[in-house]
């Protein structure tokens, strides 16, 4: 039932996976708590790029749980259970400032980049976070501007009201805003106007099938329009070819991250691959991918 109500399918067949109080999700759940409290997750780094350059202008932070006998744990499996749980404001806060203390890490070795965080439908509704979000800025010592925390038009229906209310917020504190998986759910041109966001990132379903499919195509090229009349810039997910990239570069995407550009790293590979010096193909001639 709830998954038909979160979803607004209507109807929805069994399925255990998605049971949230199953004996073993749970177990997990309980385990959770514990995994916060010992430093089990880890946020790992994907760069972003610059199509037209390939400059590494910015990373997007993504967490890990390094679970002590299931392996490296995804957050599809563990966020969910954080938000039926009441612990997405730790974990949230968790992320945001072993990111933002990497970031300043990297400000003190040359290496200046953007940090892109997620936010949670509970923590995007929840009226504390931006002062929270502008003491842990201070206390890194890093522009507010650096900071782009990404929501999803999903988060927003639940609580206009509020959500608008904390985003205004966040604006006044200079933090800036990207609306994720565009083109997906509950898009809205409406929203797109009221919502008054720096970014659009393409959803990586439309950019990996664009190369062969011309309807995808076709999406994101009008969307990189559209956003460039609105006066936004457009991040491209999922890349993972050559062929891609250069088609997003001919339709003057501005940021695109994926496969091709680098996989999610753990703080030390991300660093070692953002202090070398990494070759990226973009068409007939390779232009070097360097760190702004």
């Not at 998605?18 to 409290?37: D, I, K, M, T, Y």
């Not at 001639?285 to 360097?290: D, F, P, W």
Request: glycine share 8%; charged share 20%.
């Amino acid at each position: 039932m709830y998954v038909a109500k979160g979803g607004r399918t209507g109807v929805e067949a069994y399925n255990s996976s998605q049971e949230s109080h199953s004996p073993a999700r749970l177990a997990l759940a309980g385990e959770l708590r514990r995994a916060l409290e010992q430093r089990e997750l880890v946020v790992y780094y994907q760069p972003q790029a610059a199509v037209a350059t390939g400059l590494v202008t910015g990373v997007e932070a993504l967490v890990r749980w390094h679970h002590p006998r299931q392996g490296l744990v995804g957050p599809d499996v563990f966020v969910p259970l954080a938000e039926n749980t009441g612990l997405i404001g730790p974990l949230t806060m968790a992320v945001l400032d072993n990111a933002l203390a990497q970031v300043r890490n990297w400000d003190r070795m040359g290496v200046h980049l953007d940090l892109a965080v997620n936010l949670s439908t509970r923590s995007l509704l929840d009226r504390g976070l931006p002062g929270v979000v502008s003491k842990m800025l201070a206390r890194h010592g890093l522009a507010p501007q650096r900071l782009e925390l990404e929501i999803t038009e999903s988060m927003i229906a639940s609580d206009p009201e509020r959500a608008f209310e904390v985003l205004a917020q966040l604006r006044s504190v200079g933090v800036r805003i990207a609306l994720d998986d565009f083109g997906t759910g509950y898009s809205s041109l409406a929203n797109l106007r009221d919502l008054e966001v720096e970014r659009l990132k393409i959803d990586r379903s439309f950019t990996q099938a664009m190369c062969e499919s011309h309807p995808d195509a076709v999406i994101v090229a009008s969307t990189v329009d559209l956003a460039h009349q609105l006066g936004l810039e457009v991040v491209a997910e999922g890349v993972e070819t050559q062929e891609a990239w250069e088609r997003l570069r001919q339709m003057g995407c501005d940021l695109a991250q994926g496969y091709f550009l680098a996989r999610p790293m753990a703080p030390e590979h991300a660093t070692a691959w953002l202090t070398g010096r990494r070759k990226l193909e973009t068409g007939a001639a390779s232009a070097l991918v360097e760190v702004g």
